[in-house]
């Protein structure tokens, strides 16, 4: 089964612009949560969708969004970007995102932002 | 709100020894699971093990074990006869109802050999 594919896997953008990252679920898997990952705040919930309902939304400013779509693949989006943005966007699949879940990582999208 | 604290930001270990990574949180659910997960340099997070917050029996995987103390709000890993390859940043992460991980600082792990 193949595991969870993140696209792209580079970014490097500039202030103000905007990003789309895309996630790609393991097959069957219905829920897939989003996380920041930086030196200094570590690791960050952004938000998790099942069946293309978002359920839960971390802290971060309205210029974080996502969605999902009927296959289970999510896209996030960073609008007017700011330097504070750029870290590992990790994405993560599971069955049906139940505590019990295990959640399976992709590699991850690293965005720079100059 | 709900916290995971890890108090060790480097621990290092000499090859086939033992080493214990600590962890503690904070929560006022009664349900909920905890999880070690592995990332190792430039690889994806993978898990390691995992503790439903009901069961008493600590969970075991291999060469991995945890030590819940639910009173005390701590969950420490154990990794026995330590090998090169378990060099890694390692976190514990938490979970509850509200679909998502919580999770701690992290805690890089050197494996001399």
């Known amino acids: 089964k193949a595991g969870v594919t993140q696209t792209p896997r580079y970014l490097i953008k500039t202030r103000g612009q905007q990003v789309t990252l895309s996630c790609s679920p393991i097959?069957?898997?219905?829920?897939v949560s989003w996380y920041q990952q930086t030196p200094g705040q570590g690791l960050q919930f952004l938000f998790e969708y099942f069946s293309e309902t978002q359920r839960n939304k971390g802290n971060f400013p309205g210029r974080f969004s996502g969605r999902q779509f009927s296959n289970s693949r999510s896209e996030m989006n960073v609008s007017t970007l700011e330097l504070g943005d750029s870290a590992l966007y990790l994405c993560a699949s599971s069955l049906s995102g139940q505590l019990y879940n295990e959640q399976f990582f992709g590699p991850g999208t690293r965005l720079t932002v100059l | 709100a709900q916290t995971v604290t890890q108090s060790q930001p480097e621990m290092s270990v000499q090859e086939a020894e033992t080493v214990t990574l600590s962890c503690t949180y904070d929560?006022?659910?009664?349900?909920?699971?905890l999880f070690w997960y592995k990332q190792p340099p430039s690889r994806q997070m993978i898990l390691v093990i995992r503790q439903e917050a009901y069961k008493q029996q600590n969970a075991t995987e291999n060469r991995f074990s945890v030590n819940f103390q639910k009173a005390a709000k701590s969950f420490s890993l154990k990794i026995s006869d330590s090998q090169l390859g378990d060099a890694a940043m390692y976190f514990c992460a938490y979970s509850d109802s509200n679909y998502q991980l919580i999770w701690g600082a992290g805690t890089k792990l050197i494996i001399k050999p």
């Open positions: 929560t006022s659910e009664s349900d909920y699971y």
């Open positions: 097959s069957g898997h219905r829920s």
